[in-house]
């Protein structure tokens, strides 16, 4: 018999936390400014006690005509205003063709305001393709540093090569940014985080660095830890040095999170989309990103297209926050029913169906996923014979959704398809398959996963038990559990992938080492070692 007792009580809960979400989502959307040119700054000469671009200059999402620019003011990075007063500042932008910001071919003003605390994203357009840019900001008696970005080849030109490098989780704590300060020498068209640029945690003792301040939930909190992160001067270099293409993972909010689920039950639903929102908008804050990013309230878009030219599309995936629960409690499973329910999801019915629009629209040579977490199959063995575990928190969590997308691809025949990944601190080559456990199918893509910056801290060159993971598991053609970065040179004929590591994150200024490097040639599914 149905208790309406119980059925009326549910249904007041749910209209309670309705309303309240509806309040919150309010709440939050009032705190942004409106972003017309109508914005009322003051044009007052003002003089910083402290450097107000102390987070220094970045750029990103370029276009074959057009970049963004960032900078955010903060003459003290480490309080939550950055210590700027609560009025809006106008600052002014210079664009030139030369490093010694000679030949200045685009100006402009921007307004900077508290409610987006103090940071500036400027969307120069009318710029050449395929060219090299130089640029600064300037605010009162401050000028920036310069900083070094480009545009992309046109939409219909074929470039010779792209060169660019891919990086994920770096824990502030956990080591020195010296990854980055070798990403900043290389030469590259462009920089790909995946994920994690932040992490969440509160400050710990005796590790190689600390955090400032508790376990993030305020937007001053995430503001705060963003603006620690930026202070690094290798992050800032690399930032300065080429444009950023960048989507977050899960620590940039709070670990392990799904969709509007929290990692451990107990937490109430309306705070913690409150929590979201204040990580959404100091991300946005925080990063090179166009104006069509803002978030509202705890929701904003970050998956979009990026070509180079004809030669390589990027598509940006976000899997975090359209994704649904992580089935088995988020253990390591054996790819039971659980896992293989055609239900579950890590990109939401929005982001799958643009993305096959995309694939199925894409000009690109290469057809590149730029996303978060590990799309190889890969079976963990136990020595009790027992089937393999996997990882549920990947996309082998999302088996269906995973074979469904590795069938489209093969189906719509997709030139060249590349996943980069991150989230997993470690370095791995995988061969695709719409079934990894089927090594007699073809394969259909491949996937690099490169490791950590520093989290984990140090890793090792030495992987135990990595012969019985290799044959158990024939896609996978590398496995390397080190700190670093990996670099990418793509042509029309090759892409090329170079496993960079730097081998001890816990002392400054340590060397890169080549690793081991990967080819895949055009029109052949599949890696094999240099």
Wanted: glycine share 6%; with cysteine.
């Amino acid at each position: 018999m149905i208790d309406l007792s119980e059925l009326r009580a549910a249904a007041r809960a749910e209209v309670h936390v309705s309303r309240r979400l509806f309040l919150a989502y309010g709440a939050a959307l009032s705190s942004l400014p409106l972003l017309g040119s109508r914005a009322e700054a003051s044009t007052r000469r003002i003089a910083f006690a402290n450097n107000p671009f102390s987070l220094g200059v970045a750029s990103g999402d370029p276009t074959d005509s057009g970049v963004v620019l960032w900078t955010r003011l903060a003459p003290k990075p480490l309080d939550p205003d950055g210590g700027m007063p609560a009025e809006a500042v106008e600052i002014s932008w210079e664009v030139a063709n030369d490093d010694g910001m000679k030949q200045i071919i685009k100006t402009g003003k921007a307004v900077a305001t508290p409610q987006l605390g103090h940071s500036v994203r400027v969307e120069v357009e009318g710029l050449k393709p395929d060219r090299w840019y130089w640029y600064r900001f300037n605010v009162g008696d401050a000028t920036s540093p310069v900083g070094r970005t480009r545009t992309f080849p046109a939409l219909d030109i074929m470039p010779e090569k792209l060169r660019f490098a891919f990086a994920s989780c770096s824990h502030w704590e956990q080591g020195f940014f010296t990854a980055y300060q070798h990403m900043a020498k290389e030469e590259l068209d462009v920089a790909i985080h995946l994920g994690d640029y932040i992490y969440e945690y509160a400050g710990r003792e005796n590790l190689v660095r600390k955090h400032a301040g508790p376990k993030l939930r305020t937007l001053g909190d995430y503001r705060i830890r963003h603006a620690q992160y930026k202070t690094d001067p290798h992050l800032q270099a690399a930032h300065s040095r080429c444009p950023w293409v960048v989507t977050w993972d899960d620590h940039e909010f709070e670990n392990n999170y799904a969709n509007n689920i929290p990692e451990h039950a107990g937490v109430d639903p309306v705070e913690f989309l409150e929590q979201r929102a204040n990580a959404y908008q100091a991300y946005y804050e925080s990063m090179p990103l166009r104006p069509n990013s803002l978030p509202h309230g705890p929701n904003m878009k970050l998956y979009r297209t990026l070509p180079f030219g004809r030669l390589a599309t990027f598509q940006v995936l976000d899997t975090r926050q359209y994704r649904s629960d992580q089935p088995n409690n988020d253990h390591a499973s054996e790819l039971n029913e659980a896992a293989l329910n055609p239900k579950n999801t890590l990109l939401g019915e929005k982001q799958a169906n643009w993305l096959k629009s995309a694939l199925l629209t894409s000009t690109g040579h290469w057809n590149v996923l730029a996303q978060q977490v590990m799309m190889g199959m890969v079976g963990y063995v136990r020595p009790d014979g027992k089937p393999p575990l996997y990882s549920m928190d990947q996309w082998p969590g999302y088996a269906a959704e995973r074979m469904k997308l590795a069938q489209f691809i093969a189906d719509r025949r997709v030139p060249n398809p590349v996943v980069l990944t991150g989230d997993i601190h470690s370095n791995w080559v995988n061969d695709l398959r719409v079934d990894d456990r089927k090594p007699e199918t073809p394969v259909v893509a491949t996937e690099f996963v490169g490791t950590s910056i520093t989290s984990g801290g140090n890793g090792t060159p030495v992987v135990l038990g990595l012969e019985r993971l290799l044959a158990a598991n024939p896609g996978v053609k590398f496995h390397n559990r080190q700190r670093g970065y990996v670099t990418c040179t793509v042509t029309p004929k090759s892409w090329t992938s170079d496993y960079r590591v730097v081998e001890n994150v816990t002392k400054a200024d340590e060397p890169v080492k080549a690793l081991k490097s990967f080819i895949v040639e055009s029109g052949k599914p599949g890696a094999h070692a240099v």
